[in-house]
């Protein structure tokens, strides 16, 4: 009710200025306790070895830098994911670099990872009061060559470990050079490897298994699907992300901003969404759990997600269009299934 008020001032404002004062606004209620605390009547869900309270979670690149980490969780998430964090601080793509296309519920960004750098999150989770689930979404500089990658997602490993639930690998993203080129067999599996490496000897000397998700992109084909599966398989990764923005323009050609460079997201993805976890769901058959983002605009989207072989979903867009009463909306289409 509040947010179809809000919505419209929203709009009418520059999509990354509108982003931020909703995100300070949120901050300003939540200090006044002005924020409703959502009742939490849901079945937890057990994934990756973690007890999520409910299965909808904030997606990794609202909250880059987790600086709204206690704001946002009093939208009744199940857990939260902050991120993309890289190394060293970021600015990003040069502005304008955030576009809605209204008609079709969709965004295309190409914000291009910008972030305050991995010590400055990890003091925001630590000034944090929050205490529930948060992944830790983690990413390399934009000019880090490909060929050093695996060294800014260890290092960003390292630092976040202590502080995070799970940490996601983010080799998705289509607004930083060559980044999903780290998808092809040889690198992925490289990256992988040295990424197990690095969570075996953190595990061992701080005694807290902190498990690794995968975030893959929606462009990827059936045979690269398999391939990223197989890698999974062979690495013991604990978990898969699908999917990140796309460069598919399918759904909203002749829209303005249509063309504009970046990653889509919101409606026009879900179905290329959707098709790559139901093929990751055939290959992994239930061995590795499946989180599922992309273009989850109501309750009925994120069962579908389920029913595509997700066991989490997470959203991003929705919230823009729908505001956060997508959240409970989302808990009631699920609760009402378990019920049945
Ligand atoms: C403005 C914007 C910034 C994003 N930044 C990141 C990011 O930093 N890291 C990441 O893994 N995904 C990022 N994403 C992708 C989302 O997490 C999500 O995978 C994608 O938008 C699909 O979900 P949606 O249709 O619900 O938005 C971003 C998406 C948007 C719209």
Redesign the pocket.
Same mark, same amino acid.
Request: proline residues 0%.
């Given at each position: 009710m509040m947010y179809s008020l809000a919505r419209p001032l929203f709009f009418l404002l520059d999509p990354e200025k509108a982003h931020h004062l909703a995100l300070e606004s949120l901050r300003l209620a939540n200090a006044a306790g002005l924020t409703g605390r959502i009742r939490n009547d849901n079945k937890p869900v057990s994934v990756m070895g973690l007890e999520f309270p409910n299965p909808v979670g904030l %997606? %990794?690149? =609202?909250d !880059?830098n987790g600086d709204y980490i206690d704001a946002l969780s009093s939208l009744g998430f199940g857990w939260l994911e902050i /991120? &993309?964090v890289t190394p060293r601080p970021q600015p990003g793509n040069p502005k304008p670099r =955030?576009f809605r296309l209204p008609k079709s519920n969709a965004?295309i +960004?190409r914000?291009g990872?910008n972030n305050l750098g991995v010590d400055k999150l990890v003091e925001n989770v630590r000034n944090a009061r929050y205490k529930g689930i948060l992944g830790i +979404?983690i /990413?390399k500089n934009f000019d880090t060559p490909l060929e050093s990658a695996s060294n800014d997602y260890l290092a960003c490993l390292e630092k976040v470990y202590p502080h995070a639930s799970y940490v &996601?690998v983010?080799i998705?993203?289509p607004n930083t050079k060559n980044l999903r080129k780290l998808q092809q067999s040889d690198e992925l599996d490289h990256l992988l490897e040295s990424l197990k490496r690095k969570q075996a000897e953190l595990e061992g000397l701080s005694g807290k298994h902190v498990p690794l998700a995968l !975030?893959i992109s929606p462009d990827l084909s059936e045979s690269e699907i398999d391939e990223i599966s197989s890698l999974l398989l062979k690495h013991e990764i604990e978990g898969v992300i699908a &999917?990140?923005?796309t460069l598919s323009r399918t759904g909203v050609e002749g829209q303005l901003h249509a063309s504009e460079a970046g990653?889509l997201? #919101?409606e026009p =993805?879900r179905e290329a969404?959707n098709g790559v976890i139901r093929r990751l769901h055939s290959c992994l058959a239930g061995k590795i759990p499946i989180i599922g983002? #992309? /273009?989850?605009m109501n309750g009925e989207d994120a069962m579908e997600k389920l029913d595509a072989g997700a066991t989490l979903v997470?959203?991003?867009? /929705?919230l823009i269009y729908r505001g956060p009463g997508l959240v409970p909306e989302i808990l009631n289409a699920w609760n009402e299934r378990r019920d049945k």
């Open positions: %997606a %990794a690149g =609202l !880059k /991120g &993309t =955030l965004v +960004n914000m990872f +979404n /990413g &996601t983010n998705s993203s !975030k &999917t990140n923005t990653g997201s #919101g =993805l969404s983002v #992309g /273009g989850i997470q959203v991003y867009s /929705g």
